[in-house]
């Protein structure tokens, strides 16, 4: 009994040991998430530039091909980069993440797979060679892929 209670008195004080440095830890990982998610957009938005460059000319189908290539690795990550926490009420001025977005998760949830549906068009557009096309499927994945989640769950970007 005394083992038994000896064992649960020491489990107790780790316990509280560390959670006296979770809540700085936690917050730190959540400014790195953070920052991460702000990357992985940055690069979306890096990667649809280049396409839009082949349609203009300034680049070539290979380098089209491998930037939305590139793009379509990138949805699938986008959950995983907003837990709870990270809105603009918890880090304000570090993000533009709307707390709506924990409020209708669901919705939320389901807009990387409808923004690779349109990366994975793009594609297909690139690969045909139609730049018509893929002018067009460069509008639809700002429409349907990247404004799906702005226009609902992104504040307003400070100028």
Known sequence: MRHR???VL???ALWALAASGAAPAQAEDKAALIKQRQGLMKQQAADLKAIQNYVSGGTDQDTAIAKV???MTL???IVALFPPGTSTAEFPGATHAKPDIWQQWDRFRDVPSVLLRAEQRLAEAIKNGSKQDVLDQVDAVGRSGCGAC???FRAPLDD
């Open 10 to 12: 020491i489990a107790g």
């Open 75 to 77: 949805p699938p990550q």
């Open 150 to 152: 702005h226009t609902y």
């Open 5 to 7: 209670m000896a064992v």
């Open 69 to 71: 290539t590139e793009m």
